[in-house]
C-alpha cells in the first residue's frame, strides 16, 4: 500500500472511531489512536495482516488471562463501539473493571456490527486490550500499546509463545517496552534484561546464553531502529 492510500485509511479509522467515542479525551479513544501509530506498519498491509497482527495479541492475552478464553478482540471494539454510541462510555464509570462488565454485558445489533468496518473494531478492541492489560498489571498508561508496538514491529522474535513467557515472568511491561527500544539506565535494563533471559530459558531450555543474548541485541536493534 503505497503511502497516501495508507494515510488515508488511517484518517477514515479515526474519524470513524471519534465520531463514535463522545470525548476525544477518552482513554479508548486516546489508546486507539495509538494503536494506528504502532501498528501503522500491519494496517498498511490490510485487513488480512491486521486480524493476524490481533489474533496474535488475542491469544497471548488468553494466554496469560488478561482476557477472558473465548474473548475477541474484533468483538470487544464491535461492543465498546456500539456501547459508546448507547452512552457507555469509560469516562461514565468510577471503575474501569465496572466499564468492562457493562460492555461485555452488552447486547449487540447484528445490523450495525455489519454496517462498522473490521479495521474499526479491530483498532478499538486493540485499544479497549490495551487498558485492561495495564490495569490487570498495574501498568503505566500507554504502556499496553507500546507493548502491543514492539509485537507489529518485529513479530519474527515476539512470537506468541515469547510473549507468554516473557508476560509469564514479569508484570513490568513498561520496562521491557523500554528495554527494547534502549531507554532503560544500565542497571535497570541489566536487571530487565536477566528477567528476559529467564523468560527464554523456560520457554528453550537447551538454548545456550550467548545465543539468547544475541538474540535480544537483535530484536533491540530492530526496535531502537524503527523507534527513531
Not at 474519524?15 to 489512536?33: D, H, L
Not at 512470537?159 to 513467557?165: C, H
Amino acid at each position: 500500500m503505497i503511502w497516501g492510500a495508507f494515510c488515508s485509511m488511517a484518517s477514515s479509522i479515526g474519524s470513524a472511531i471519534g465520531s463514535a467515542f463522545s470525548s476525544a479525551a477518552s482513554v479508548i479513544t486516546s489508546a486507539c489512536s495509538n494503536i494506528i501509530s504502532v501498528a501503522g506498519n500491519v494496517i498498511e498491509k490490510g485487513i488480512e495482516a491486521f486480524h493476524r497482527f490481533a489474533n496474535t495479541i488475542e491469544t497471548v492475552l488468553q494466554a496469560v488471562g488478561v482476557i477472558p478464553p473465548q474473548e475477541k478482540i474484533e468483538d470487544l471494539g464491535d461492543r465498546a463501539h456500539q456501547a459508546e454510541r448507547a452512552g457507555i462510555s469509560p469516562d461514565n464509570f468510577p471503575e474501569f473493571d465496572e466499564y468492562m462488565a457493562a460492555i461485555r454485558a452488552f447486547k449487540l445489533d447484528p445490523e450495525q456490527s455489519k454496517a462498522v468496518d473490521p479495521m474499526v473494531k479491530l483498532t478499538v478492541g486493540l485499544g479497549v486490550a490495551s487498558r485492561i492489560l495495564e490495569h490487570k498489571l498495574d501498568a503505566p498508561d500507554g504502556s499496553g500499546v507500546e507493548l502491543m508496538g514492539l509485537v507489529a514491529q518485529n513479530p519474527e522474535y515476539l512470537t506468541v509463545d515469547r510473549m507468554v513467557s516473557i508476560l509469564s515472568k514479569t508484570s513490568d511491561i513498561a520496562s521491557v517496552v523500554e528495554y527494547f527500544n534502549g531507554r532503560l539506565e544500565p542497571q535497570q535494563s541489566l536487571s530487565t534484561e536477566k528477567v528476559l533471559v529467564e523468560a527464554e530459558k523456560s520457554l528453550s531450555p537447551n538454548k545456550d546464553e550467548r545465543t539468547i543474548y544475541a538474540e535480544l541485541d537483535s530484536a533491540s536493534r530492530t526496535a531502537q531502529n524503527l523507534d527513531h
